[in-house]
């Protein structure tokens, strides 16, 4: 089996802050870097790393082409990249603060600009059983999602950035959710989940989309996988954050990456759970993400 990433691939524009901008202000950085990134981008270098068989589609600009190499270099096949000469890259525009935590600010750009003759074309690569990963920083997601359906693939969904557009896709479809709290209770309504705790948000997950496995980050508080057989509860392993960017990319290729080459659940979501603290530990977003020997040894 093999594993396609369909998603983003942005240029990240770095900005280390005392603490994130406030309405009608302006803030000095204290630095600038710039990183290759985008959810997608992360997930693909996260899933080869993690020892999966890998395979990324998306589209970006002339701008772009240094994401490609990023990519290569750790293993990943880009020949289902689109490079369209019209267009920008997607971008970010991330705020780092002293605690580590961050905010991010999106460009679509090229990212918005996937076409179905594009999706056709990529999804004939594949076959039933090989894993299809999705975020939420492209276009066309509801086709895709639709013709990968038909074809067998299994379909991991990550609801990120988490918007209405998630809402109005063909959910049932998926096999895996991939989503921290704050994006289950997006899912799932605030009135209706506002006292629920983690294993109550999957809970309820599980009773929106039965046929689906569900995955629910908490940072510090560790996470949950469930599904029709079992429940599996993940600690977190502590360590002194500096950048949190990767975190949730990170877990969920190293999660994948795990099923793929053959773990169970369990040792396949402690293993996400230490690749996850060992981004933290380090700047950017691709840069951060560990290599399998380093979260083995």
């Known amino acids: 089996m093999k594993v396609l990433c369909f998603g983003s691939l942005n240029i990240d524009y770095t900005y280390k802050v005392d603490h994130f901008v406030k309405k009608g202000e302006t803030l000095s950085s204290d630095g600038l870097e710039v990183f290759s990134g985008g959810k997608g981008l992360n997930q ?8 999966a068989e890998t395979y990324h589609a998306g589209a970006i600009g002339e701008d772009g082409r240094f994401l490609l190499a990023q990519l290569a270099d750790s293993g990943v096949n880009t020949d289902c990249v689109a490079v369209l000469p019209d267009m920008q890259s997607g971008h970010a525009i991330i705020q780092n603060d002293r605690e580590g935590d961050n905010c991010i600010l999106l460009y679509g750009g090229a990212n918005q600009a996937v076409t179905k003759s594009q999706v056709d074309k990529v999804l004939e690569r594949f076959q039933e059983g090989d894993f299809l990963v999705l975020q939420n920083e492209i276009n066309e997601l509801a086709y895709i999602m639709e013709c990968a359906g038909r074809k067998g693939l299994k379909i991991v969904l990550n609801p990120s950035p988490m918007n209405e557009k998630i809402l109005g896709l063909p959910l049932e479809r998926v096999d895996y959710f991939m989503l921290n709290q704050v994006e289950a209770v997006q899912i799932l309504g ?3 989940v506002e006292k629920l705790d983690g294993e109550g948000l999957v809970e309820a997950l599980r009773k929106r989309f039965p046929r689906a496995a569900i995955v629910l980050t908490m940072g510090g508080a560790g996470s949950i ?3 029709e057989k079992e429940t599996i509860r993940q600690q977190a392993y502590p360590v002194q954050a500096v950048d949190t960017t990767a975190a949730g990319d990170t877990f969920t290729g190293f999660f994948i990456g795990g099923l793929l080459r053959g773990l169970e659940h369990k040792a396949a979501m402690d293993e996400a759970s230490k690749a996850a ?12 993400i560990p290599l399998l020997k380093e979260v083995e040894g």
């Open 44 to 51: 693909s270098i996260a899933l080869s790393r993690a020892g």
């Open 190 to 192: 605030e009135e209706a």
């Open 225 to 227: 996988y469930m599904d």
């Open 277 to 288: 603290a060992i981004s933290v530990t380090r700047q950017g977003a691709a840069p951060s």
